[in-house]
């Protein structure tokens, strides 16, 4: 068997049917619907994560369809925190205020969902896996892949543990376990580092556009109870983001006096100098939104990067040995700004074609591009790429799109990847960011690694790899103003001068795993690999 890189490690074994990389909502749904279907087959599933749902984090307004399928009883033991949809409200913001249309567009009418927290549901989930017979292992983060010789997928390498900074071993050291299985099933969620990996070995993008990627910046608020209708979800576009950035946001009523609240901003963004780590602080400070939260406080608070390219960019989702599902392979749907039940669909869809092929992979992709999930993308595969001509050319082309259910006969392309679209300083007039001043917090992007419960060992190797430092302070000071200062949410990136002139500082220590870094920077200079495993965000009801 050969692997990613020579080792000469001895290394401990554990043999599978089947290995899952990550224990979201697709890695869950996939375990349980394979043991569902044949129970005589052998099932992990590995999460970098410290527990399970620890590093889950989504708006989160599920669609219950495919959840019903899967687990028909769920709702008489359900997850935690699950609120029933009920009032939808849609605005279109100025600074000081806003229009609050009449109708809310179809994909955002949520009659009939359930207001949610992912980390809990997942949480929820995995005891249902495990009496199913799924072994699930939290704290463990997959490394690397391994190939045979013919170069097909054969399972999976755990990290090292107890490695220093300088790559030595300290006294605590551990191998990584290797696990072999007979298919490796992806489901690491938007930007996999390891998926990232298969998707250039396999050209599994050739036949595609470039994936599209947004951050999302969320936090869970606990405020006077009587603020608080569980059920009602507010969505809004418009200020703070300028009409060439693709953003909004979103206010969820939980139960208990608590709100979750977060914005979007697209990563296709042009303007060096954005930040949507402040867009969303300057949006929290609307007039709409400040009187909901003044005297309240930050429960937990996070980042997450969300795959939105839609029906162009899905890459092949088949490769010898292994397959991609959830937001891996790209469901997100992004004009109902939800991926959950997508993420259900393919994951059950891909154990229902591994029962049925006996473990064969070949043939997934083409019955996944035949599926509902599929058509649902398809009908909305326009409605992003229209906003990148502008905020009032994507309203009516959603419009047009929404009313035709997407039968244009063309297909709007994605045609740059998101580290390409930013323009160099002193090329375009920059936008003027019509911001106001704040009193909310938090502060500052620090406090935001306080509430997100991050945690590394600062002995351990920097899992960001700035491949070239030189770039940092010869070019991109010059061309771009150093944009990964501003576009991680929580300040991981500072360029320092001292004694020896300037300098890129990368705080890793900081890190909430949310790949912007990875997808956004103008020269692909960064690559984001597994921390330790266990490292990371510790997000409560996120």
């Known amino acids: 068997m050969n692997t990613t890189a020579p080792d000469a490690i001895e290394r401990d074994v554990m043999e599978y049917d089947v290995v899952t990389v990550g224990a979201g909502p697709a890695g869950l749904a996939f375990a349980i619907r394979l043991k569902q279907l044949n129970p005589e087959l052998t099932v992990c599933v590995i999460e970098k994560a410290s527990a399970i749902g620890a590093q889950i984090l989504s708006g989160a307004v599920i669609e219950t369809g495919p959840l019903d399928a899967l687990l028909p009883d769920w709702r008489k033991a359900p997850p935690p925190i699950c609120i029933d949809a009920k009032d939808d409200e849609f605005w279109l913001l100025n600074k000081t205020g806003g229009h609050k249309f009449p109708f809310v567009p179809p994909g955002m009418n949520n009659h009939g969902n359930v207001i949610v927290s992912l980390g809990a549901m997942c949480a929820w989930m995995a005891p249902q896996a495990e009496a199913l017979g799924v072994e699930i292992y939290p704290g463990f983060a997959a490394a690397d892949v391994l190939y045979d010789g013919s170069g097909k997928v054969v399972g999976v390498r755990i990290g090292d543990m107890g490695v220093a900074r300088d790559g030595s071993h300290k006294p605590g050291y551990t191998p990584g376990i290797d696990i072999h ?22 050209a599994l993008d050739k036949d595609c556009d470039p994936q599209g990627y947004s951050i999302g910046i969320k936090e869970l608020w606990q405020v006077p109870e009587e603020r608080v209708s569980p059920g009602k979800i507010v969505h809004s576009f418009g200020w703070p983001a300028d009409n060439h950035t693709y953003g909004g946001g979103f206010v969820y009523h939980l139960d208990k006096g608590r709100i979750a609240l977060g914005y979007v901003s697209g990563l296709d963004y042009s303007d060096p100098e954005y930040k949507p780590w402040e867009a969303f602080q300057q949006w929290k400070n609307h007039p709409l939104f400040k009187t909901l939260l003044e005297g309240g406080s930050i429960l937990s608070a996070g980042a997450r990067a969300i795959v939105t390219g839609g029906y162009q960019s899905l890459p092949k989702c088949e490769m010898p040995g292994a397959l991609l599902i959830g937001d891996g392979a790209g469901l997100l749907n992004v004009p109902k700004i939800k991926g959950t039940h997508q ?49 009032w050319f994507g309203m009516f082309n959603a419009g047009w799109e929404t009313a035709t259910a997407g039968l244009s006969p063309w297909t709007l392309k994605n045609r740059k990847p998101d580290w390409a679209t930013l323009h160099k300083l002193g090329e375009c007039e920059e936008p003027k960011r019509d911001y106001v001043e704040r009193t909310l917090p938090p502060r500052d992007r620090l406090q935001g690694v306080y509430f997100a419960a991050t945690q590394h060992e600062e002995d351990q190797p920097v899992h960001l790899h700035v491949l070239d430092t030189n770039i940092c302070v010869d070019r991109c000071v010059k061309e771009f103003d150093n944009p990964c200062t501003r576009f991680c949410p929580v300040g991981v990136y500072e360029m320092v001068k001292d ?18 870094c990875d997808i956004k920077d103008p020269y692909e200079n960064i690559t984001w690999v597994t921390p330790e495993g266990g490292s990371g965000p510790n997000y409560q009801n996120m």
């Open 181 to 202: 299985a007979k298919v490796t099933v992806l489901a690491e969620g938007a930007r996999g580092h390891l998926t990232k990996r298969l998707v250039s070995k396999f």
């Open 343 to 391: 993420a259900f669909r393919s994951g059950m869809l891909a154990a229902e074609h591994l029962v049925a092929s006996h473990l064969a992979t070949e043939g997934f992709d083409a019955k996944l591009r035949g599926s509902d999930a599929m058509r649902e993308l398809r009908k909305v595969r326009n409605i992003k790429p229209g906003f990148k001509k502008g905020l």
């Open 499 to 516: 004694e020896n002139g300037l300098r890129l500082q990368v705080n890793s220590a900081n890190c909430v795993h949310c790949k912007t």
